[in-house]
């Protein structure tokens, strides 16, 4: 009986004591019941990420809203569809031009420029041996959409049409397009020619960060002066719809683009918009003529609406640069993930990830620096502990520690009192 008393005091203790010195532990958060995903709109395949706004489907067969600073695709549709890209080839052209010739140079017409005129496309009556400004050839291609000027131009800049072509397919590989191929610089229909709403976008990506070329591609009008063969001005007016104020498809936020027809490519628009210190840019591949703007237009809407900018950089104490992200407004960044790969400069390439789904990159720092400044913010986070601990008082610990050893005493004084009896 007494075996069996003092058993029972010393399991009273045990639970005692797992109560007075117990650790808290906080609950984890409830999740959400709800884990399914929304149904993917066909070919949308933005809307199959969790948590990611879902974009309306457009009757055009491809397009892709993607951030400028971080590539970020906030929207995509059949966006790695090969189809024809129609006028669009035209920024690709304007974009060599500006990196391999000065506005200045002296372009002259040959009979290379001159079958422009009667081949079917845009032009602007370039005569033989009329001699233009490059500047004046580059606003003739974006305003005027002129074949009879991009052929001009690409004969003065590859030496023939064709190895400017080779250029022209060499820089669409340094931008990181997969799937473009371009045949000519004039975008008129060849088979062999194709694009897709990703590699257009990344295309696109290149020029706006030309200031010349922003400047030629929001231009609504301009004004060729008398040259050594016409006789009097040519008066260019831009068909660039989103540009036009007085257009039903005008966005007051556009800052160039490009957009065209051929029957084998249907409407196609390319375009860039800022607001908010954020820019984007929007294609829209294989449309119906006259709706491919106003697609364009809600797709930047979506974009600008839906998401936000954000600067892990801030937080991420061993960002060495970049560490902007695109993400879905009203997220956590806890939400937000990254994968880390060696870069070859000896650091780390940071890819930020939201639901697996990359909205942003950093430089980080690696191996002993990586060590090094963690030590650092270890030690400040162990100073700002001590004058945290400096100015608090430990009298209510001491209170409690000393309320539990008389309970524990009295308890045990229990326990021997009942073993005696």
Known sequence: ???????????????????????????????????????????ITTNSIPGWPQGADITS??????????????????MDQPLYPGSAVKIMTTLLALENSQLSDEVTMTQTGVSGVTDGGANISAQLDEVFTMEQCLYAIMVASANDIALQVAEHIGGSVEAFVEKMNTRAKELGCTNTVFTNPTGLPDENQHITAHDMALIMKAAISNESFRTIASTPSYTIPATNVSGGERALTNNFSMISAGNAAYYQECIGGKEGFTDASGSTIVCAASRNDMTLIAVVLQGAQGQTAAEAGALLDYGFQNFQMRNLGDTDFNVISGGTVVAPAGISESDITSEDTPAEDGNLKRTYLYQGNAIGTATAMASQEQDDTMLIRGEKNMTAAKD?????????????????????????????????A
């Open 1 to 43: 009986m007494r075996l069996r008393k003092i058993c029972t005091g010393l399991f009273t203790l045990g639970i005692s004591f797992s109560l007075l010195f117990q650790t808290p532990v906080m609950a984890a958060e409830e999740t959400s019941g709800d884990t399914s995903v929304q149904d993917t709109v066909a070919g």
């Open 61 to 78: 067969t491809a397009a892709v809203v993607m951030e400028d600073s971080t590539n970020t695709i906030l929207y995509a549709k059949n």
């Open 388 to 420: 945290f601990s400096a100015g608090k008082t430990y009298v209510p610990y001491y209170v409690i520690g000393g309320v539990g050893i008389v309970l524990l005493i009295l308890l045990i004084l229990w326990i021997v009192r009942i073993a005696k």
